[in-house]
């Protein structure tokens, strides 16, 4: 089994629980899941989530930090995260499934949910009997979701959703989208589940990517579909709800892209080990001993911001911009590092036998979605200048 | 029915390993340690028979880091844990001797071990303790075909594919094959039921040390060799190499 990169005997900040879990959720993915992940990913045939979530559920990996009494395992935010990384140690879209889940598709039901929401969605998702999607980005609008073209307009008991959402995780299998729109009568976002088969809700896949290979994603069409009041989440209103989805979504990326990070280390690691050239192992020369260092030192650090951003969440104190420092931080590590392996493991690095060129070829979607680098930037530079870089007016001569 | 598992926290012997300084252990900082395999077949075995027939399942580890491996069985689903916290190493006796005494208060129908822990293959602990108990018992059992109030039917895994069935009286000790069932997996909700279950350290010493090691070292590399020349040298000299090897 997979030893871990602890160099700072960040371990002993984990309870044994916490421990636990990182070694069941490693073993049941190095037996059960890795041996999936290279065909799949090379031929571009999504990983069966409908199985798979049946076992993620039974191990309890979806919705973890959710209660029990929604048939979820109650645990904490360090555990999400530790579940995020061993995932993302595999594939990022594992972790994208994990993490859309758990973030983006329970947490608003269970946050701005109704009772009967709560009691019908919850513990079929946390079991993965059924898979949820989360529909935000669209077409024209990315990283402005603020200026989203989808509408809402109330009609009798019903809703009318018109509409297009695009780059979403599992859009064409999912059984229920959380579907964010613009309420035509008052301006504000609402919520929708919208469940598949609806009248007028269409999904499909998106293919030929370059990246993300091993997962789904796709696009959700809305065309005069009608939801009822039910299936609003009454408690979400403005942009700020589906935002603080990101913010869960986001901090399990954190994790996770340690753990993309991680596996490329260790593959970098073993093989300038044993693979020898000009008369002694790679591991014994200058330039790659500095790379293998750099890349240490950059895991570390990341490391130390998960921990303690977990801690943060636990107590309900992480703010969104302490999110953003580690999303935008870790995710950066990961691309350092699966770059660096990759270079390290010379023409073998190109093969998807090894791990780095697919890790490599998945973060540049980690970099992208949930936050561009850029955006996080920007939200970093709002919280220490107080001046906001994100929209201005242009003027035109 | 009420069931004693062994379970020994070892080393993965995937792991780095590398002898220490002083030339007689294992230099520890490559080392993983999980449940010893065979034990989690145990484990999983005893949990089996208690969903079916009632009982408790009570998990004993030997050694001072012993912990994780019975939090994971207790995971898993066994009832309560004896922790031994004291290191008895590759002295198999000693093992034996301290979970005799840390167990003798113990009312049990049923011992079940792995066969041999992965790191040392003695295969002793289980036999050595059903000796020490005065317990009939059976080795490489690879499966239990049935249990009563009285005694159990198992088959014995024999060389060559043969299996041996027996039966034994209760109270009794099994040592149990890999692959007689397929343990499950420690789900985060049976971690959570696990912390409040008992977890009792019992401090016993053992009485006498019977194994000394002089010297650890890894064995030398086997070097692969390239036969050349035309076909009919080349299977002259691998026909010599096979006869001397006793492989044909």
Known sequence: MFKGIDFYNVDDLLSSEERLVRNSVREFLEKEIEPLIIDAWHEEKPLDFKEIGKKFGQLGMLGAFIPEEYGCPGANYVTFGIICQEVERVDSALRSFVAVTSGLVMYPIWQYGSEEQKQKYLPKLASGEIIGCYGLTEPNHGSDPGSMEATAKRDGDEWILNGTKTWITEADIADIAIVWARDVDDGKIKGFIVEKGTKGFTQHAITKKGSMRAGGVGELGLVNCRVSEENRLPNAVGLRAPLSCLDQARYGISWGAIGAAMDCFETALNYTKERKQFGAPLASYQLVQEKLVKMLIEITKGQLLCWRLGKLMDEGKATPEQISLAKKNNVRVARYCARTARELLGANGISLDYSPIRHMANIESVYTYEGTDDIHTLILGRAITGIQAFRRELIVK | ?????????????????????????????????????????????????????????????????????????????????????????????????????????????????????????????????????????????????????NSLTVARELEGGYNEEVTLPIPCLITVQSGINEPRYVSIMGIKRAKTKEMKEVDVKPTISTLEVEKMYLPPVKKAELIEGDPSEIAEKLIEILKDRGLV
């Not at chain 2, 004896?82 to 011992?111: C, G, H, N, R």
């Not at chain 2, 293959?121 to 109030?149: E, H, K, R, W, Y």
Request: with cysteine; glycine share 6%; proline share 3%.
């Open chain 2, 1 to 149: 029915m009420n069931i004693i598992v062994l379970a020994k926290h070892a080393p993965d012997p995937e792991s780095e390993i590398n002898v220490a300084s002083d030339g007689k252990s294992v230099d520890e900082r490559g080392l993983v340690f999980d449940i010893n395999d065979w034990d989690r077949y145990a484990i999983e075995e005893a949990i089996r028979i208690k969903e079916e027939k009632g009982g408790e399942v009570v998990v004993v580890g030997v050694g001072s880091k012993c912990e994780d491996t019975l939090r994971k069985c207790l995971a898993m689903g066994a009832d309560r844990a004896i922790k031994i916290p004291v290191d008895t190493s590759l002295d198999a006796y000693q093992t034996a001797e301290v979970i005799k005494e840390a167990i003798k208060d113990e009312k049990f129908d049923l011992i079940l071990a792995g066969m041999m822990s992965q790191d040392l293959n003695n295969a002793q602990v289980g036999v050595l303790l059903a000796a020490m108990l005065d317990l009939p018992f059976a080795t490489a059992v690879s499966a239990i075909s049935s249990i009563d109030d």
